[in-house]
């Protein structure tokens, strides 16, 4: 069976230990990947400084034209990709364009987006003064060597989002992918470094420890996280000894609030997919619907109807629209806030609630009324194919429902009636609210989370700003 190597510096890097990467579908072995050494990780990091100068030197649009190679490599790869993100990940191949399950074709193809446009956007020098005496510059620099580490629910994508911006700005990386899905994304940094100079990008792969000797090394500049809460703080912690900057996407609780006036079978269709894509394994995935006495019953009907008719089962085979929960730790998460659940007085659980047998980590699409904030399935972030439907008597009520907790990624709100619509999202505490869609991210428009969701933005021309520092170039005309 194939072990997985690491780049480190343009070279596959081998280590003395290895460990299993599996199918969620089946349980199987797909592979192993080497857990990389504390000494790795700091030669990792020394590859990249070593690097990081003669790529920052380049002219900006020689960086922009190794990233559309980039892009082109990801797009003939994408089918390649696609299967390993199904095998190791778990979420359907599906398809792109409307109407198409979003799963690793959608993640594939997403790879290719979201390098061509972080490499495609103008960075003009900012002027912000000019008089007779003076004129004032904003310039941005690299940060220098960027360490990236990345979770197990969109393994590529969220790896592309990390590290083309960071690229594109003349930084150097060391990625590290989860321990969950190694393969998929090492295959994929393999093909990105082929079109790259040596040491411009590099892995480190191996379980948390790996990522803690990673963030701690005196060579790392700038680190960009997505993940826990949890690490999330260890992360800023071990930063701000160092005081070097950090981008941190982390947990959140969604909430998405039904108005009185939205058409239950018009909404369904989004309210699904906002609340199961990726089967709920999506940071900004809805996971607390909140919907009005009246149109409860009516709301609940329609998505049960399209939680009972999605085929679950292996994402390769075609027609499956739900796969797997992508590992153990996860699933046994989701049973145990469906298990509080059910001993809660007053929930019932409308479909689902029984985790399937048989290999594979299958667990239905659960959708549970009856539960009140406070809750554990409500205020937990569940991050599975589990929905809470809360019924709410007035929209002030559900509007302090959604922001009473410590978290803020994303929210929407759902109505015909959009001036109604905006001033309900303006009180809302997330980074992004979206009206009539959810979790809808778009490579032009920034995301990121505030209170314990994390801090910084990815995506568009705040992305790349992200991954820069600025310097004021400041002429005296005297
Ligand atoms: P996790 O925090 O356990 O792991 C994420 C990554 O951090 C993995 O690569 C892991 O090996 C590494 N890691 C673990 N301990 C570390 C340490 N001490 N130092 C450095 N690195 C360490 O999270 P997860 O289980 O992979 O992901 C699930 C969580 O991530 C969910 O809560 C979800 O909401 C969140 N998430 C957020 C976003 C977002 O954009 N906001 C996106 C995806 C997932």
Redesign the pocket.
Known sequence: MQVHANVLNGHAETSPTTFDSRNPATGAVLGQVYSSTREQVAAAVAAARAAQPAWAARPDSERQALLMKVAEVIKSNSEYLAHWVTREQGKPLGGVGPGQVPGARFEAWGCEVWTQVPASLELPVEVVFEDETRRDEVHLKPHGVVAA??????PLL?AIWQVIPALRMGNTVVL?????TSIGTLEMVKLIAEVLPPGVINTVS???????W??EQPGVDKIT????????K??AA?AAQRLISTTL????NDAAIVLPDADPAAIAMGLFWGAFLNMG????AAKRLYVPDELHDAVVAQLKSLAEAMPMGDGLEPGTAIGPIQNR??FDKVSRLVETAKATAGATIVCGGTPATGPGNFYPLTLVTGLKDGDALVDE?Q?GPVLPIIRYRTVDEAVASANRLDVG?GASVWSPDIVRAREVASRLEAGTVWINQHGMVHPMVP???IKA??WGA?FGHAGLKGMARTQVISVGKG
Do not use: D
């Open positions: 580490i990345a979770p197990w629910n969109w969220i590290k992918p989860s321990e969950y191996g379980a948390g420890e790996v990522g803690g990673l963030v996280f997505t993940g826990s809460t949890a690490t999330g260890r992360i071990v996407e982390l947990g959140g394994q999506t940071c900004a730790m996860q972030e991050f990624l995301f990121g989370g969701s994390g990815e």
